[in-house]
């Protein structure tokens, strides 16, 4: 994923970056997105405002050397974006306490989970929690 794992960890024992986000709960998903959202929301203006800026105008799409520069600026970005996929699940994990302190618990009522009280059992279905995490995640990809 772009860190090298630490060869100490036993193989079993590993968990992986989105194991670890959705472990963190409802929390740990919208920080995910909301990391996920701000990343894409700043980087994309600034990518293409850079291209702008060094070739002092956008590439003209319709000729084949612009197709070209645009793909060739997108592989690039892209590549960026990849490598850093590990620093922002990393500022998600850190952002989950607060998102949950200030976001998450402002829309939790006094009596908890408002899922948690549509089930006859007191809780919720481990396949309804996961369900939930991998639309936020999808969305926020």
């Known amino acids: 994923m772009g860190v090298k794992e ?29 990391t996920e959202l701000a990343f894409w929301v700043i980087s994309v203006p600034l990518a293409v405002g850079a291209v702008a800026i060094t070739m002092g105008e956008l590439p003209d799409l319709s000729s084949p050397e612009g197709q070209a520069s645009v793909a060739g600026y997108s592989f690039a970005f892209l590549t960026f974006a990849r490598t850093v996929v590990p620093v922002r699940i990393a500022l998600a994990l850190a952002l989950t306490p607060w998102v949950d302190e200030n976001i998450i618990s402002k829309f939790k009522g006094k009596g908890g989970d408002e899922e948690a009280e549509l089930f006859d059992e007191g809780t919720v279905p481990s396949e309804v929690t996961t369900k939930r995490a991998h639309v936020l995640l999808m969305i926020s990809i």
């Open 6 to 34: 630490d060869e100490r960890i036993p193989e079993e024992e590993r968990v992986s970056a989105m194991d670890k986000i959705k472990s963190a709960g409802t929390a740990g998903v919208a920080s995910y997105a909301l």
